[in-house]
């Protein structure tokens, strides 16, 4: 039997894209990643991307798909990153470990790529071993129709309207984006699919109106669970929030659905907990770090733009599994501005017994995991850590792979 390990050419395009469907289809219902994903999977943008495929006797029977990715900061940071996506072994070679050598090819890459950061969705004790771990926030609202009626009234009124947007309202389009990209951190978007990546997985987008001037939009799909979830919302103006869903219940008559907000997002946090019917806080994302300094500063300058810290300094160690060294993490803030220095510890056995010392994923969680102030000590006996974390750490389900 005849086994390798490649990145897909161009003439591959069609076996990987009929695996991943056949896949997920086998596992989850039916799948059309061509429909879901155009912003990925169409024919003419497969080589932007780099997938692995493991070939037995030549034909396909594994794929991991690594797509890039740019996080973008209105603090002037960005960072690169890749996502992994239709992780996908035929039925018929499981427990061959064909996926384990795709991913381990795939991340062997994207870290000689020098990427600061990986993500991705599905099982956390899968994709764990890989170092992928589920951290960051998404609070999650829930909202009825009788909560917009105590809310409003039971006679409301509203001179808002919803537009569902097409790909010709450019004008609409514009706004959305001009929105989008002015936000405290948000995915680059690429323009010229700008409205492909907004219909990721079969979602629909509004536009909210007050009269003929544009002043929001959401976007919302159906989950496979069958919950109808906004997976994005921006307004100018969060007052209107109640009459904007209120409008969206009686024209399509979803209700309950799920509101997500991100954590940095203090406005429209408040506006939603002031008349939905309640509330919980999800992982964001699975996500590998490779980069702490690169990855983690960008999120300290959000938390000092959305709540006062307080001054101090923390000192910690990671084991760091990308550049196999002992680094010491040292997050300070002095007059209200963050800042992180991350140096290599010569001797693996150096540093105080005192300090705090995490392997990748432990760290991960220390920074941007809400449950770590539950499950560690050190931060429940620090003001400055409390005042700290968690780094306001998110991911918008539109820029899902």
């Known amino acids: 039997m005849s086994i390798t390990v490649e990145k897909a050419g161009p003439e591959d395009w069609a076996e990987v894209i009929d695996l991943g469907n056949y896949v997920f289809s086998h596992a989850r219902g039916p799948t059309d990643f061509l429909r879901v994903l155009p912003k990925l999977y169409k024919q003419e943008y497969f080589m932007d991307s780099s997938h692995y495929i493991?070939?037995?006797?030549?034909?396909?029977?594994?794929?991991?798909?690594?797509?890039?990715?740019?996080?973008?900061?209105?603090s002037g940071h960005s960072i690169q990153g890749r996502g992994v996506g239709m992780v996908s072994v035929h039925p018929y070679a499981r427990s061959k470990g064909y996926m384990n050598e795709a991913l381990k090819q795939a991340l062997a890459d994207i870290k000689q790529e020098g990427m600061v950061f990986s993500c991705l969705s599905g099982d956390r004790h899968r994709y764990e071993y890989f170092g992928y771990t589920p951290v960051g926030s998404t609070y999650a609202f829930y909202l009825y129709e009788r909560n917009i009626r105590h809310t409003l009234g039971h006679q409301w009124t509203s001179k808002l309207s919803l537009i569902q947007v097409r790909e010709s309202d450019k004008k609409i389009l514009e706004e959305i984006k001009k929105m989008h990209e002015a936000k405290l951190a948000r995915m680059h978007r690429r323009a010229d699919r700008f409205f492909e990546?907004?219909?990721?997985?079969?979602?629909?987008?509004?536009?909210?109106?007050?009269g003929d001037k544009f002043i929001g939009y959401f976007i919302c799909r159906d989950l496979r669970t069958g919950e109808h979830i906004v997976i994005e919302l921006n307004m100018y103006d969060y007052s209107l929030l109640p009459e904007a869903m209120g409008l969206y219940i009686r024209q399509t008559m979803r209700e309950p659905f799920r509101i997500n907000a991100n954590p940095h997002e203090w406005e429209k946090i408040a506006a939603l907990f002031g008349f939905t019917e309640t509330h919980s806080i999800v992982p964001a994302y699975h996500f590998a770090i490779f980069d702490f300094k690169k990855f983690t500063e960008p999120f300290l300058h959000i938390a000092s733009k959305i709540k006062k810290l307080a001054d101090g300094s923390f000192s910690f160690l990671i084991d760091d599994e990308t550049s196999s060294k002992l680094l010491r993490v040292t997050i300070s803030v002095t007059g209200g501005q963050p800042a992180i220095d991350v140096s290599a510890v010569g001797d693996v056995s150096a540093g105080s017994n005192k300090e705090l010392r995490f392997n990748n994923l432990d760290a991960q969680y220390f920074l941007f995991s809400p449950m770590t102030a539950e499950t560690l000590p050190a931060i429940r006996e620090s003001v400055f850590l409390q005042s700290l974390l968690p780094l306001p750490l998110y991911y918008e389900n539109t820029d899902g792979i």
């Not at 990546?197 to 007050?210: C, E, F, N």
């Open 54 to 74: 493991v070939r037995e006797n030549g034909r396909i029977k594994a794929s991991v798909g690594s797509y890039p990715l740019k996080w973008e900061f209105q």
């Open 197 to 210: 990546i907004l219909y990721s997985y079969r979602a629909q987008v509004y536009a909210i109106m007050d």
